[in-house]
């Protein structure tokens, strides 16, 4: 990002000097090549400070409405200040008409130009996002292999012993469920509604409890009210609103919210 700042700049000032050399000369007035790059290097130089604002302003209200309502807003200030900056440098290399006059006629290109250090700290920031999110689904499926595996030692430290089970209430009998066939657990009340092969049941305790007892490298949190068994997730699919999709062997589709999603990764180390 700096290098291209560097590089627009560069680029600008080099293209810019050249023309004012040109609109000077036109005028009668000489400008030598150093000044003219002094003259237009001062200028855009000036933006500096507003591409700044406009990076703190993102970092503080995001790139949502909001935030490009506050940048909009800030350059009701900005654009005027960057018109006159520049009015007065121009002033300083080539006398022309008085100050309002050129304001005026600045303003127009510093609009154009506060308008595009916007639309580049916006793709700066999807660029951000969409790497920040492929990280996220990378270190997901780190864990779903993770809980893959850890089922698969337990399965071979003790093949001799079934895995551990439940006693569900399923219509009006309690049925034994084996915890690596359970998919996802749902709070309800008092009550625990369990998932398993297109099956449910329910189980009394809390969700929180349940939990606490739950292997964590095979059972996370994803929602407020939902446990997931990871080495049941067949398939991620990111939302466009920052959640995940998880769908599960059954077919069954969970949810995942932003917050969530985070605190699913922090606990799982990633």
Do not use: K
């Amino acid at each position: 990002m700096w290098g291209f700042t560097a590089y627009a700049w560069t680029m600008t000032t080099l293209c810019a000097a050249w023309f004012a050399r040109r609109f000077a000369s036109d005028r009668g007035h000489a400008v030598s090549v150093i000044d003219s790059l002094v003259w237009q290097g001062g200028i855009y130089a000036a933006w500096l400070p507003a591409a700044g604002i406009v990076w703190l302003l993102m970092r503080r209200y995001g790139v949502g409405a909001i935030g490009l309502l506050v940048l909009y807003q800030a350059g009701v200030l900005v654009v005027p200040l960057e018109a006159l900056v520049s009015s007065l440098i121009d002033g300083a290399f080539s006398p022309a008409a008085n100050l309002p006059a050129r304001v005026l006629a600045r303003m127009p290109i510093c609009l154009l130009l506060y308008t595009a250090i916007i639309a580049i700290g916006l793709a700066a920031a999807n660029h951000q996002r969409v790497r920040d999110e492929q990280a996220r689904a990378r270190a997901l499926e780190t864990a779903l292999s993770e809980a893959r595996e850890a089922l698969a030692q337990a399965a071979l430290a003790a093949p001799e012993r079934p895995g551990r089970r439940l006693m569900v209430m399923a219509g009006s009998r309690r049925v034994p469920v084996a915890l690596d066939e359970i998919e996802w657990f749902g709070a309800a009340d008092n009550y625990v509604v369990v998932h398993w092969a297109g099956r449910e049941g329910l189980l009394r305790a809390t969700l929180q409890s349940l939990e606490g007892w739950l292997d964590p490298r095979v059972f996370a949190r994803c929602h407020r009210s939902t446990l997931v068994n990871l080495a049941r997730v067949r398939e991620t699919q990111p939302l466009s609103d920052g959640s995940w999709r998880l769908t599960l062997d059954s077919g069954a589709e969970v949810v995942t919210s932003r917050t969530y999603r985070d605190d699913l990764l922090a606990r799982l180390g990633r």
